[in-house]
């Protein structure tokens, strides 16, 4: 009967074991299934895109959180700063570059003209004259306070300015019987120059000239050449620039002469 009773036992004892380890297994398998199925870990941010910006009350640190959020907080706090900034620039800007001149205003767009020459009467040649005549018309500028008197271009403002002109010349030749060959007429080499003057005084400067010989021509009636001058000069608020040439009858064809200047 003990031998038994001991037995029994011996039995419970294993039956208790095996119970515990099977329960131990369950619980196991329990947890490595939980952790299969978990989701991996994320940062912060990463579904709604992680971005880092200056943190508005000390620029030397980062914030960071969804870009759409700190993009929205940032412009909230930043826009109407970085305005008045740009505001107050430009508006420094407008304010040295306005002048006001003959009731009328030259603003962010610079000088500029450009004019074409227009018929005139042919008139005593072998000196130097100026040309008075340009067209105002289409294709022509005249713009941001430059004006035009008697042929002379007025600036309005002091700076440098890119002058041009260009003319375009045709002559006649006589028949040289002696020689048997066609010869220009007897007049001096054309000069073409661009000059200087300011209305506070009258002193009139040379800054731009060519001298172009006459030349003998194939066709035996007549010979034709363009001359062009361009430079940038330093002109003062109120300076008139014009043109002169000699021998000014023979300057023709009005579409392609032209004399412009614009401020650089």
């Known amino acids: 009967m003990a031998g038994k009773l001991e037995n029994l036992k011996k039995d419970k004892t294993k039956l208790l074991t095996l119970g515990v380890f099977v329960t131990d297994v369950v619980i196991l398998i329990i947890v490595l299934i939980i952790l299969w199925v978990m989701p991996e870990p994320r940062t912060p941010g990463e579904e709604c895109g992680y971005m880092c910006l200056p943190c508005p009350k000390s620029e030397s640190q980062v914030c960071c959180g969804c870009r759409a959020e700190r993009l929205n907080m940032y412009l909230e706090e930043n826009f109407d700063k970085s305005y008045a900034e740009v505001d107050k620039e430009y508006t420094q800007i407008y304010n040295t570059r ?3 001149i003959y009731g009328g205003y030259i603003g962010d767009v610079k000088p500029v003209a450009h004019m074409i020459g227009e018929m005139r009467e042919p008139s005593e040649d072998m000196k130097t004259h100026p ?3 340009w067209y105002l018309g289409n294709n022509c500028l005249l713009l941001n306070g430059m004006s035009m008197h008697s042929g002379r271009m007025r ?3 002091t700076g440098y300015y890119h002058v041009y002109s260009m003319l375009d010349i045709s002559y006649h030749y006589e028949k040289d019987n002696s020689r048997q060959s066609v010869a220009p007429t007897e007049k001096s080499s054309l000069v073409h120059s661009i000059f200087l003057s300011n209305i ?7 800054v731009l000239s060519t001298c172009h010989p006459y030349e003998f021509s194939r066709n035996d009636i007549f010979g034709r050449f363009d001359t062009y001058l361009s430079s940038d000069i ?3 608020a109120g300076d008139e620039v014009y043109v002169k040439v000699s021998n ?8 392609k002469n032209i004399f412009g200047i614009y401020m650089i």
């Open 98 to 100: 306005i002048a006001k």
């Open 131 to 133: 040309v008075t005549k």
């Open 155 to 157: 600036v309005p403002a």
């Open 200 to 206: 506070d005084n009258n002193e009139e400067i040379e």
């Open 234 to 236: 330093h002109l003062t």
């Open 248 to 255: 000014i009858s023979q300057v023709n064809s009005p579409p």
